[in-house]
């Protein structure tokens, strides 16, 4: 009750009070900041996914500045030697305006990280976006099959049948590459599992069938029991370190991530930036609520 008055107060809020809340999670405005933060990270041995934030857009002049700022985004990071890949929200290039516009910006984002032998993630929105995204994946992973991957939500009943429905396009030359998460939106119970237990027994569920079918999961998770999960999988199936890595947001659970890279297990960390942090954070806030006590948490523990 308390999280939800909380983040339904907070859009009402001056943005440098909101900044409070979100500075030690989004990189920065700038490239620039990004940069710098990438930079910080790989120098502690840790791997980047760059994202612009933004999402929901209202026209398509916006779908193409967007594809502009990610094209430019690209010739910096690979000039800047930064040891990273990129994730794109679809809805940030009009999916639920016009699917085939939104299909061919991120072909071309696709294209040029290709040329750089670089890797697109396609991040999973709400469920009205499941689907479209799903067949962006496709369309895209046929042209470009080790230059994209797609992101899949634990949360949802259907993701291990979707898993399943996409291993014709699985080879073990060119595996699929899959970022599994919870999940972060507000989803019916008809729809989604709603308690945490089940929600981390789907999330093993769907982890194990990844590693036994040979998909290179990207474990996306600052949740410990999750983490012990995972690391009793990949020792049970004796799986190699460059098949799997883990994943964690910009400035989240920086303890359990250290431990991780320590022991020598691949990490990349989410790095948002950009102008429209303010609308993300409030939006986000108010969607799940529960995010609060992370954030505060977070903040307490980041002093
Ligand atoms: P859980 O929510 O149980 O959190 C475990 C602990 O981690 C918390 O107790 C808290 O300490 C800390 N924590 C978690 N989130 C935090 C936060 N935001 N701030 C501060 N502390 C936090 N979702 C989605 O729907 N589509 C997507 O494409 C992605 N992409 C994505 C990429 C990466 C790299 C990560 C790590 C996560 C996502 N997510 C996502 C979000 C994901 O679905 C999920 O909502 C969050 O990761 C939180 O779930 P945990 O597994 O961390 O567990």
Redesign the pocket.
Known sequence: MINRLIANALPLLPERVVWLFSR??IAGETVDKAMRACRTLNDGGIKT?IDILGEFIRNLDEAEKNRDEYLSLIDVAQHSGIDGNY?V?PTMFGLLIDADVCYRHIREIVAKAAGFGNFI?I????SNCVDLEIHLFRRLKAEFPESVGL?V???LRRTLDDLKGLMDLHTPSVPLNF?L?????AEPRRIAFQH?AEINAH?LEDLDFMLQNGIYP?I?????A?VDGALALIDRYDVPRKRYEF???Y???PELRRTLVDAGHTM???VPYGRHWFGYSTR?LKE?P??V???I??LL?SR
């Open positions: 030690s999670y996914t994730s929200k993630r991040d999973m929105e709400d992101v939500q634990a949360y970022r998460c919870k999940g972060i939106y945490h999330f990207g996306a998770t600052h949740d410990r999750l994943q964690m947001l400035g989240v659970a990349r960390v989410y986000r799940n529960k995010i006590n992370s954030i948490k977070s523990l």
